[in-house]
């Protein structure tokens, strides 16, 4: 059912310090940073041939990554990204698989809908489904 990998998201504890890893000692292509303030994160797009790495930094009270940040001080791989055909086929797939989903299916970071996957049942990482 899953297809590509779209995206790897990785919190970091300094955005520029975290742009300046990828940019300078990894050599990516990095975008500006991105306001979400209805995801409460900033975002910078790191573009791969293949993929993307997000990252992300907490923007905001509430932000659903500051808790992550407060576990893992100096930031860490927070969600994998896996495109979907149908999002809502996908969301009752995983019903039917006894899944958990965490809420309801949304619209991402990207303008897409997307519905994210409880850890406890993908091998311990939090999943995105993201309608391609
Ligand atoms: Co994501």
Redesign the pocket.
């Known amino acids: 059912m899953i297809g590509k990998l779209?995206?790897v998201?990785i919190v970091v504890p300094d955005l520029e310090a975290g742009t300046a890893v990828y940019r300078d000692t990894l050599g990516a292509k990095v975008s500006e940073p991105v306001e979400l303030p209805e995801h409460g994160v900033t975002t910078v797009f790191v573009e791969l041939p293949n993929t993307k790495i997000?990252l992300l930094h907490p923007l905001g009270e509430g932000s659903p990554i500051a808790k992550f940040l407060e576990k893992n001080a100096s930031g860490g791989i927070h969600?994998v990204?896996y495109e979907v055909e149908d999002i809502e086929a996908a969301a009752a797939k995983m019903k039917e698989e006894g899944a958990r989903a965490l809420g309801d299916i949304k619209i991402?970071?990207h303008n897409k809908p997307?519905l994210f996957l409880h850890p406890k049942d993908f091998c311990g990482t939090l999943v995105?489904l993201?309608q391609a």
């Open positions: 779209n995206h998201a997000e969600h990204c991402g970071a997307v995105e993201e």
